[in-house]
Antibody, heavy 121, light 107 residues
């Protein structure tokens, strides 16, 4: 059974960097079969795709986040990471990690349970 | 970015009713369209992928159809546990985008 689990600080100060970890079990990030993704959801609002990483290290980010996003991976720990810099209150949301397959299999089939990050001084 | 528009924003129906939610893309996305169900305080759950394929373990009362720009999610016989938000999502091109959601309530 594939499981994803987010972890990280629940409170971040404005202008600082939000850092989250997603720990994967039941699948190997380095297997090369999937893309590893971050998605967020402000309270009472819809879902926003943040970006993704492939095991080769290639990444794609949502341009709406204006270059503030970095996604990286540590295959030895089977973890991938999200860093979002210069945060504001607008970045307060539940952050999910998820995976999707390659061409023809681009759907989010496994998700973490989500972690709430609040941006406040 | 491809904009996804769902309708209605909310609906209320009785147990046993047939329910249909529509999703429209701002450009053709062929059949690169997925549907998710989100219960309160839970992560979204994949229901339908590639417009019409039922994800393993999802009850057969859920079905999807459409191609190009217009898609539908149907629940053939609404059950109490189907009370949730439903989101469509295009996987045609990045940035992947979601509809704004449809809240389904049981009368």
């Amino acid at each position: 059974q594939v499981r994803l689990q987010e972890s990280g600080p629940g409170l971040v100060k404005p202008s600082q960097t939000l850092s989250l970890t997603c720990t994967v079990s039941g699948d190997s990030i380095s297997s090369g079969s999937y893309y590893w993704t971050w998605i967020r959801q402000p309270a009472g609002k819809g879902l926003e795709w943040i970006g993704r990483m492939y095991t080769s290290g290639s990444t794609n980010y949502n341009p709406s986040l204006k270059g503030r996003v970095t996604i990286s991976v540590d295959t030895s720990k089977n973890q991938f990471f999200l860093k979002l810099s210069s945060v504001t209150a607008a970045d307060t949301a539940v952050y999910y990690c998820a995976r999707h397959g390659g061409s023809g299999q681009v759907f989010f089939d496994y998700w973490g349970q989500g972690t709430l990050v609040t941006v406040s001084s | 970015d491809i904009q996804m528009t769902q309708s209605p924003s909310s609906l209320s129906a009785s147990v046993g009713d047939r329910v249909t939610i529509t999703c429209r893309a701002s450009q053709s996305i062929t059949t690169d369209l997925n549907w998710y169900q989100q219960q309160p305080e839970k992560a979204p759950k994949l229901l339908i992928y590639a417009a019409s394929n039922l994800q393993s373990g999802v009850p057969s009362r859920f079905s999807g159809s459409g191609s190009g720009t217009d898609f539908t999610l149907s629940i053939s016989s609404l059950q109490p546990e189907d009370s949730a938000f439903y989101y469509c999502q295009q996987s045609y091109s990045t940035p992947y985008t979601f509809g704004q959601g449809t809240k389904v309530e049981i009368k």
